[in-house]
Nanobody, 120 residues
Framework: QVQLVESGGGLVQAGGSLRLSCVAS????????LGWFRQAPGKEREFVGA????????YYADSVKGRFTISTDNAKNAVYLQMNSLKAEDTAVYYC?????????????WGPGTHVTVSS
């Protein structure tokens, strides 16, 4: 079993920044990495970015490349998503999930999500 909890969401103006956190516990060593995903109102869930558990490699969706950065703190079992230059279209519920395959296939373990609202 894996437990994931996201935090750090909120309301921010366009152009601003937020940092999301995902803290993991349980059998995280069985996954190939951790990914961030988001789902905007009325839209399908989409991939945002991922970090490989073994190599630390990073991978981002084109829509966030250059604006979002993933980092990790192994001592805290935490993965962060630093979001800069936020746009209204970044408004969504953001989820972290363990990965079944690299770089964007999630497993069945998801956090409850954290809401991000970007006002224009």
């Amino acid at each position: 079993q894996v437990q994931l909890v996201e935090s750090g969401g909120g309301l921010v103006q366009a152009g601003g920044s937020l940092r999301l956190s995902c803290v993991a516990s349980g059998r995280t060593f069985s996954s190939v990495g951790l990914g961030w995903f988001r789902q905007a109102p009325g839209k399908e869930r989409e991939f945002v970015g991922a970090v490989s558990r073994r190599s630390g490699s990073l991978y981002y969706a084109d829509s966030v490349k250059g604006r979002f950065t993933i980092s990790t703190d192994n001592a805290k079992n935490a993965v962060y998503l630093q979001m800069n230059s936020l746009k209204a279209e970044d408004t969504a519920v953001y989820y972290c999930a363990t990965l079944l395959s690299w770089p964007r296939t999630p497993s069945d373990y998801w956090g409850p999500g954290t809401h991000v609202t970007v006002s224009s």
